[in-house]
């Protein structure tokens, strides 16, 4: 198992910038795939990136060239760092996690961004 919790949400202004913070309770130098999902009212949980140990990262269409991930292994973190942002990355943003390959999904209890137009 592995406890996340994330850190730095808030209120911006349309083509501002935001940085989220994870903190795991496992070394995320052992698990499988680390990563950002958003959940905005109505609509499904989507898993925006992930990042592998070896930080090899991936996005899905809407948040690449906008969004980075990155990862701390010696302080446990995992970053989202996102650049000009639009009213509709307004959502609750959840840290992810894949322990092992094939294993159940864990997520934070979620952050909410508002991007104000």
């Known amino acids: 198992q592995v406890q996340l919790v994330e850190f730095g949400g808030g209120l911006v202004q349309s083509g501002g910038s935001l940085t989220l913070s994870c903190a795991s309770s496992?070394?995320?130098?052992?698990?499988?795939?680390m990563g950002w999902g958003r959940q905005a009212p109505g609509k499904q949980r989507e898993l925006l990136a992930t990042?592998?140990?070896?930080?090899?990262?991936n996005y899905v269409d809407s948040v690449k060239g906008r969004f980075t991930i990155s990862r701390d292994n010696a302080k446990n973190l995992v970053y989202l760092q996102m650049n000009s942002l639009k009213p509709e990355d307004t959502a609750v943003y959840y840290c992810h996690a894949r322990i092992y390959s094939g294993s159940r999904d864990y997520w934070g209890q979620g952050t909410q961004v508002t991007v104000s137009s």
């Open positions: 496992k070394n995320i130098f052992n698990i499988y795939t």
């Open positions: 990042i592998t140990p070896g930080a090899s990262a």
